[in-house]
């Protein structure tokens, strides 16, 4: 009948009001965005540019913490292993890390992967690096069917970025990784439930801008010089969903900052909407 079709398709005129905000929002941007925001509950998914590489920065820890919850998951590695801090492993934008004691200061790895997370710490992400290596964080994305999420150099490694090893991802496979781990696909339920709960913990960010406060998501931005990016899921009730927005060449990275914070405004209303 006329009424059992009429709500899909009003559900499919918030989408389409969704899109229209979206590509307002990307047309008076000096810069480049892409976005890929799926519906956890259906499926229903949005995509701009969402197969083009984009440098990835701090969200790429994503990737790291993903691979160290699977090691741990496999017993190749406790998340209570403990690391004693070393000055040889500090860098710079190490907003932590830098100010513990060097030989003194014990930590487990899961304190380590909460700097990395919280802080967007350069020094614990290396450590965690080093711990599940490189190597094998790439060959997870690859498991997962992810061919440009690439995990090229450690952070603050400048000769590498100088040679252009940068650590990339786009926004499909950043949201896919998120939602193969949100499904149980790579992880069991309890380190499911911890990653989503570490990934959760309160930073700087512009996902959430303007969103309202006490909203539970888990999410990791990324900064660099011309670059802002943050993915992440957001755990609306009843309507949980996935969102991840990148941008480059930025010509003023406040306005990639304000981007991303309209774009997450705009998915928020209509999840929040579906959601009652």
């Given at each position: 009948s006329a009424l059992a079709q009429s709500a899909p398709n009003k559900q499919e005129?918030?989408?389409?009001?969704?899109?229209?905000s979206i590509t307002d929002t990307d047309r008076s941007l000096d810069g480049v965005m892409g976005v890929a925001i799926v519906d956890l509950t259906d499926n229903h998914q949005y995509l701009l540019h969402a197969d083009d590489v984009y440098p990835q920065a701090s969200s790429i820890k994503i990737a790291v913490l993903a691979e160290l919850y699977r090691q741990s998951q496999q017993g190749k590695l406790k998340?209570?292993?403990s690391y004693t801090v070393n000055a040889s492993d500090l860098v710079p934008d190490s907003d932590i890390m830098g100010g513990l004691t060097p030989g003194v200061t014990k930590l487990t790895l899961r304190d380590v992967a909460t700097m990395m997370v919280a802080v967007s710490d350069n020094s614990a992400t290396n450590v965690l690096i080093d711990r599940v290596g490189m190597d094998n964080v790439n060959a997870l994305m690859t498991s997962l069917g992810l061919k440009h999420t690439l995990l090229r150099r450690k952070m603050m490694d400048l000769k590498a970025a100088g040679e252009g090893r940068e650590n990339v991802s786009t926004p499909k496979e950043m949201e896919t990784l998120l939602e193969q781990i949100y499904r149980g696909k790579v992880l069991n339920k309890e380190m499911t439930d911890d990653f989503f709960k570490v990934l959760s913990t309160h930073k700087d960010?512009?996902?959430?801008?303007?969103?309202?406060?006490?909203?539970?998501?888990?999410?990791k931005p990324g900064a660099l010089e011309g670059?802002?990016?943050?993915?992440?899921?957001?755990?609306v009730e009843n309507r949980p969903y996935i969102i991840c927005v990148m941008t480059t060449y930025l010509r003023r990275e406040s306005d990639g900052e304000e981007a991303i914070a309209r774009v997450s405004q705009a998915a928020y209303r209509m999840f929040d909407r579906l959601a009652r």
């Open positions: 005129l918030l989408w389409q009001k969704l899109e229209t998340l209570t292993d960010s512009w996902i959430p801008r303007y969103l309202p406060e006490g909203l539970k998501m888990a999410n670059v802002r990016n943050d993915s992440g899921v957001i755990f």
